[in-house]
């Protein structure tokens, strides 16, 4: 990979959007501040995934981008010179840092406006095709990637870190914390005690049926008499609503009531979380609560760590509709009837080994 960077002291992380994303290239900030102690690292995010950077404390700075506001005022009152002359005084904010070294984790044209931009020496990026990286003077070879943690880290090894642990994380608020137990009193919750279902995700392909949440809530409602809470943003309410209308136990409504920061401080204090590849999920695992991850054209082996109470299902035909309200129902069993949970160790309970085996010798595309 030619020559080992060193001698730097500022450094720039590029990673935009969107949330899970953000918080799947959190290592690198990590990792670079482990090898590289008196660094100075900061960080541009777009305004939707602030939350899960600010704060970090391997970050002196977070460059808050409200790409998307500015975008949509602009095309509101068709004043372009106010958006040109927005962006152009962000990047001023960028360049007076002085930053040795940027990297574009995004590899996109608007990630590569500001790498090109930043006055920074070298200009690193991870390759995101058919997008060129116009604005970078070192390139991460593009490759096939077992994992989308070894991709981000990758870009690693232009500074000789070869070794780097893909270690989540996702900064919470001493306010989000009193937040949470101000959620918990007022729905009458105990810790590791509820259940949250996030059925929402970007893209409907990746959506697990709510009727099949409605009779998964209910099963596990009558089996482990623990609450279930709905999260989601203040789109996804029809979500809530559909769910409680099929089902025959409440559900709390929480849709579009809290901060990301504020959902990752309730979601730390659940008994599980079951979710589709969405942000919220990674947020959880970041924190490291017990999850089901539920996969269909994404691909589980590819965004999911091998880690004791994670449990990650694919659909057959990489299709989501075709995980069963059973086969999630047996993965939340695991893990609630079990306190670790650790794939890997559990050959001497042939059922449960062949359960999770089942999942993983699935087809995934990546």
Known sequence: MGKKLGGFERVLIIRLSAIGDVIQASPVAQALKKFFPHSRISWVVETKSKDVVEGNSNLQHVFVWPRKEWEAEAKKTGNVYKLIKRNWNFITKIRQQRFDIVIDLQGMYRSDFISYFSGAKHRICLPNPPEP????????????????????????????????????????????????????????????????????????????????????????????????????????????????????????????????????????????????????????????????????????????????????LQGKENSIGNLTVNEVLQAVRLILTKKKLDPLSMKNDKEKYLFLRSFQSRKRLH
């Open 133 to 312: 990286c116009v604005g970078a003077n070192i390139y991460t070879p593009n490759r096939a990637f077992s994992t989308v943690y070894e991709r981000y880290l990758s870009v690693l090894l232009h500074f000789g870190i070869e070794e780097a642990q893909p270690i989540l994380e996702m900064p919470l608020t001493a306010a989000a914390e009193i937040y949470s137990r101000y959620f918990m009193i007022n729905h009458g919750l105990q810790a590791r005690n509820f259940i949250i279902f996030n059925p929402s995700t970007s893209w409907p392909s990746k959506c697990w049926a709510l009727e099949n949440f409605a009779k998964l809530g209910d099963m596990l409602a009558a089996e482990f008499k623990m609450p279930i809470v709905v999260f989601g943003d203040k789109s996804d309410k029809y979500m809530a609503q559909a769910i409680s209308m099929q089902m025959n136990n409440p559900i709390i409504d929480a849709t579009g009531s809290m901060t990301l920061k504020e959902l990752g401080a309730v979601a730390k204090q659940a008994g599980i979380f079951i979710s589709g590849d969405t942000g919220p999920l990674y947020i959880a695992q970041a924190l490291q609560v017990p999850t089901v991850a539920l996969f269909g054209v994404t691909s589980a082996m590819y965004y999911q760590r091998n880690l004791p109470n994670q449990i990650a």
